[in-house]
């Protein structure tokens, strides 16, 4: 199994900024497919962004042009930026990593893809 270890979130007004992280052992962030996913109570799991080991990024509709995702292979570690926020992007975050490449599944934000899973990290905007 890979242990996926998450920081970041807490309550912002909306409108400001957090960065989530998440670590993991060598060579994790550089080998497997991984990506950000979030759940509010009540709601179905769905996949913020993914990147790939070549760097190439997915993102939801919903979050394009203010969430970035990106990673630090050296430092085994994967982060979410997430700027302009609003009160709909309150939810429980997760990082999580696939043990496939996922090159011909049709939706990469599928939640199913994925089988190692962070802690999750909760996130509160308020209006």
């Known amino acids: 199994q890979v242990q996926l270890l998450q920081s970041g979130g807490g309550s912002v007004q909306a409108g400001g900024s957090l960065r989530l992280s998440c670590s993991a052992g060598r060579f994790v962030f550089s080998s497997n497919y991984v990506g950000w996913f979030r759940q509010a109570p009540g709601e179905a799991r769905e996949g913020v962004a993914t990147i790939d080991t070549a760097g190439s990024t997915i993102y939801a509709d919903s979050v394009k042009g203010r969430f970035t995702i990106s990673k630090d292979n050296a430092k085994n570690t994967l982060y979410l930026q997430m700027n302009s926020l609003k009160p709909e992007d309150s939810a429980m975050y997760y990082c999580?990593?696939?043990?496939?490449?996922?090159?011909?599944?049709?939706?990469?934000?599928?939640?199913?893809?994925?089988?190692?899973w962070g802690q999750g990290t909760q996130v509160a905007v308020s209006s």
């Open positions: 999580a990593a696939s043990r496939g490449l996922l090159t011909r599944v049709a939706n990469k934000l599928n939640f199913l893809n994925y089988e190692d």
